[in-house]
Antibody, heavy 117, light 107 residues
Framework: EVQLVESGGSVVRPGRSLRLSCAAS????????MSWVRQAPGKGLEWVSG????????GYVDSVKGRFTVSRDNAKSSLYLQMDSLRVEDTALYYC??????????WGQGTLVTVSS | DIQMTQSPASVSASVGDRVTITCRAS??????LAWYQQKPGKVPNLLIY???TLQSGVPPRFSGSGSGTDFTLTISSLEPEDFATYYC?????????FGGGTKVEIK
């Protein structure tokens, strides 16, 4: 059974940093790309970042470029999102999602990031 | 970036109704389109990918069509469990982008 478990969400002040993690199991991790998708309270889905199976290709939404960094450790079947210079508008539930040809077929339950002064 | 525009934003329908949701891309995305269903407080669920391919386990009352810039999701006969919000997503290029969502509500 495919499982994706996010962790690392917290309440932080604007300008601070946070690192999200996603532990994957139940599939061959490096066969799949992975994405981070967020959902602000009461809002729609927003893709944040993605990474290919071998980690060589990454992408970001414009609003996080230069502030967020996606990475993966295939030996640990883990995905990460380093979030720096956090803004109030980054407040959201952050989902980790498995990506096959950039279609997201499995999602974690999400981890909540709240940026507030 | 490719913009995805869904319509309508919401639709009220009854059990048994046929419902059609439209998604338009700001430029051609060939058939690189997915549809997701999200129920309140739940995780999104992939329904359709490659514009018209039904994900394993998804009931056949769901269907997708279209290519280029115009796409549709059709629910042939609405069931009680289908009341949810539906999102389209282009998968042709980074940044991936979602439509704004269509909420299917009970009439």
């Amino acid at each position: 059974e495919v499982q994706l478990v996010e962790s690392g969400g917290s309440v932080v002040r604007p300008g601070r940093s946070l690192r999200l993690s996603c532990a994957a199991s139940g599939f061959t991790f490096d066969d799949y790309g992975m994405s981070w998708v967020r959902q602000a309270p009461g809002k729609g889905l927003e893709w944040v970042s993605g990474i290919s199976g071998n980690g060589h290709i990454t992408g970001y939404v414009d609003s996080v470029k230069g502030r967020f960094t996606v990475s993966r450790d295939n030996a640990k079947s883990s995905l990460y999102l380093q979030m720096d210079s956090l803004r109030v508008e980054d407040t959201a539930l952050y989902y980790c999602a498995r990506s096959l040809s950039f279609y997201h077929d499995h999602w974690g339950q999400g981890t909540l990031v709240t940026v507030s002064s | 970036d490719i913009q995805m525009t869904q319509s309508p934003a919401s639709v009220s329908a009854s059990v048994g109704d046929r419902v059609t949701i439209t998604c338009r891309a700001s430029q051609s995305i060939s058939s690189w389109l997915a549809w997701y269903q999200q129920k309140p407080g739940k995780v999104p669920n992939l329904l359709i990918y490659a514009a018209s391919t039904l994900q394993s386990g998804v009931p056949p009352r769901f269907s997708g069509s279209g290519s280029g810039t115009d796409f549709t999701l059709t629910i042939s006969s609405l069931e009680p469990e289908d009341f949810a919000t539906y999102y389209c997503q282009q998968a042709i290029s980074f940044p991936l982008t979602f439509g704004g969502g269509t909420k299917v509500e009970i009439k």
